[in-house]
Nanobody, 110 residues
Framework: QVQLVESGGGLVQPGGSLTLSCAAS????KAWWRQAPGKQREFVAA??????MTADSVRGRFTVSEDSVKNMIYLQMRDLKPEDTAVYYC?????????WGQGTQVTVSS
């Protein structure tokens, strides 16, 4: 089973920035999802070859990148908004593994 470990979350004020990290062992990891309280998990961003794919809600503010040597991906988030508050998860793309890591909590609040 692929192990997925997310980190880097925290409390940040609106307009602030955070960078999330995800380490995978035993398989590849290519994308980020998030789940806000009371809502379904939603796609955020994925590494696609030499480019990236991002959800409309975060385009221009979030950037996903990978370090294939370390088998890690990152999510650079800027201009954060209260609606970005969620638990953020990493997984494979386009098909996730069917299970999730513990995620990392991002809270955007003043």
């Amino acid at each position: 089973q692929v192990q997925l470990v997310e980190s880097g979350g925290g409390l940040v004020q609106p307009g602030g920035s955070l960078t999330l990290s995800c380490a995978a062992s035993g398989g590849t990891v290519k994308a980020w999802w998030r789940q806000a309280p009371g809502k379904q998990r939603e796609f955020v961003a994925a590494v696609t070859g030499l480019s990236q794919m991002t959800a409309d809600s975060v385009r221009g503010r979030f950037t996903v990148s990978e370090d294939s040597v370390k088998n890690m991906i990152y999510l650079q988030m800027r201009d954060l908004k209260p609606e970005d508050t969620a638990v953020y998860y990493c997984n494979n793309w386009p098909h996730h593994y069917g299970y999730w890591g513990q995620g990392t909590q991002v809270t955007v609040s003043s």
